[in-house]
């Protein structure tokens, strides 16, 4: 999951309450690493920071990421939010 905006600080209190929540839904088995910068941390004039959830089954994740999804775009302003299920490179 990686969340953007031209604010460093917006991008990064973002990540960092979508990790709360993410770890608030989730069972105990299931890991949260980050939030971190990307590894290029700016691109185009938008910083980035990232996460990644690391589980074998989750059966309520599907649901609580269409959730923060939901709620992100609700209140959006410049704030992006992307999901990667199946990522295969960290920028």
């Not at 990064?12 to 690493?33: D, E, K, N, P, R």
């Amino acid at each position: 999951m990686t969340a953007s905006d031209v604010e460093e600080r917006v991008a990064a209190a973002a990540i960092h309450q979508i990790a709360a929540q993410l770890q608030a839904g989730m069972s105990q088995s299931s890991i949260v690493l980050g939030p971190t910068p990307s590894a290029i941390a700016r691109v185009n004039k938008r910083y980035y920071y990232q996460l990644v959830i690391k589980y074998k089954q989750e059966p309520q994740l599907s649901a609580l990421l269409f959730n923060l999804l939901n709620q992100a775009q609700k209140n959006r302003k410049g704030l992006q939010i992307a999901i990667d299920n199946n990522p295969m490179s960290f920028m």
